[in-house]
């Protein structure tokens, strides 16, 4: 074979080779761009980054404490940007890898305060399980959380892309592939709290200050919501991992001399024999009492309506407007009573 011809053969053969790396490369670099234009609103729906950010108030817990605190009231009050942990679902274990993580950070003052949310269900398995793990996989490329992510991520029959692309794991909510549903509803609406805030600042000086109406119809939402509760069968569980990694976070927390807040967000209260009431959980309530005995440990519940549903979204989520509101407030109140603001 002439050497013109070894020389076609070979340009023959790169061109698909060329192809292949050129669409590789594009794929990479759309994956990376698509991640990095929508990041941002998933961050704000979200919000873990503030593991990796500097702040003297740290809330670590679940979607309750997104529904409970309200940030601006909240960062008005203590002069600077408080951190909040809100993972959907988390458990306690999430928790502890999320205080953990966040005293890690090279650089990083620790707080002077950390605000654990400690419901009725927080040591429960079947309310709070590590399947919420793949809602927030796209913090895993930003190395938050690393060791919680290697280990208890679950087993999922697409786990090929979600290590393949970063923007995938952004998808979780979103219906279509990265699509702007994701800077639609995860921005707009993550930001309604605080658009609400502004407007009201101007007005009244705090958002929505009207107490909600009294429902036309409130027996059959709290129907709804028992029928909920009975179907799920939750009651009283203190689950041996998850008190385990709650005794961790107490010795984290001492061991560093930090401040440690067990704050229990408000909770409807049903009625007896329809649906869980508070004398179902005295046994989670007596851990978290025995442990505000330590040092530097604090017990904290704010009085609230609770047994008027139109305080609620749910059972276990207050109002986001004036239920919100009022909640912090009250909080604020608390914490600044027992001299840690």
Excluded at 81 to 96: E, K, L, N, W
Excluded at 172 to 188: D, H, I, K, Q, V
Excluded at 221 to 245: G, N, P
Aim: with cysteine; aromatic share 12%.
């Amino acid at each position: 074979m002439s050497p013109l011809s070894i020389f076609s053969f070979k340009i023959k053969l790169a061109r698909p080779l060329v192809s292949i790396g050129l669409i590789a490369l594009g794929l990479w670099l759309g994956d990376k761009i698509l991640y990095k234009i929508n990041y941002p609103a998933f961050d704000e729906w979200y919000h873990l980054s503030d593991v990796i950010r500097p702040n003297s108030l740290f809330f670590v817990g679940s979607s309750h404490i997104e529904f409970a605190i309200n940030k601006k009231i909240v960062r008005k009050a203590i002069g600077s940007q408080p951190g909040v942990f809100s993972m959907p679902g988390a458990s306690m274990i999430a928790r502890y890898h999320a205080i953990k993580n966040r005293l890690e950070q090279p650089g990083l003052l620790p707080p002077k305060l950390i605000v654990l949310e400690t419901t009725q269900y927080a040591l429960n398995r079947k309310r709070f399980s590590e399947k919420s793990a793949l809602i927030v996989g796209a913090y895993q490329p930003l190395g938050i959380m690393p060791e919680y992510f290697s280990k208890y991520r679950p087993a999922v029959e697409d786990r090929l892309w979600r290590d393949l692309f970063s923007s995938y794991l952004l998808n979780e909510r979103a219906e279509t592939f990265s699509s702007p549903y994701l800077l639609l509803r995860r921005g707009l609406v993550a930001l309604e709290n605080e658009t609400l805030y502004d407007l009201f600042q101007k007005k009244f000086g705090r958002p929505d200050p009207t107490p909600p109406m009294p429902l036309s119809d409130p027996e059959t939402k709290v129907a709804q919501w028992e029928a909920l509760y009975q179907r799920q069968a939750l009651q009283e569980e203190i689950d041996s991992e998850m008190l385990s990694h709650f005794y961790q976070i107490l010795e984290l927390t001492q061991n560093k001399g930090l401040n440690l807040v067990l704050f229990e967000p408000p909770f409807f209260q049903f009625k007896k024999g329809r649906g869980p009431t508070d004398e179902n959980f005295e046994a989670v309530r007596n851990v978290f009492r025995k442990a505000a005995k330590k040092p530097g440990v604090w017990y904290i519940s704010v009085p609230y309506p609770n047994s008027q549903p139109e305080y609620f979204e749910d059972p276990a989520h207050i109002s986001p407007e004036y239920g919100q509101v009022l909640c912090t407030e009250n909080f604020l109140k608390a914490i600044k009573e027992k001299g840690l603001m």
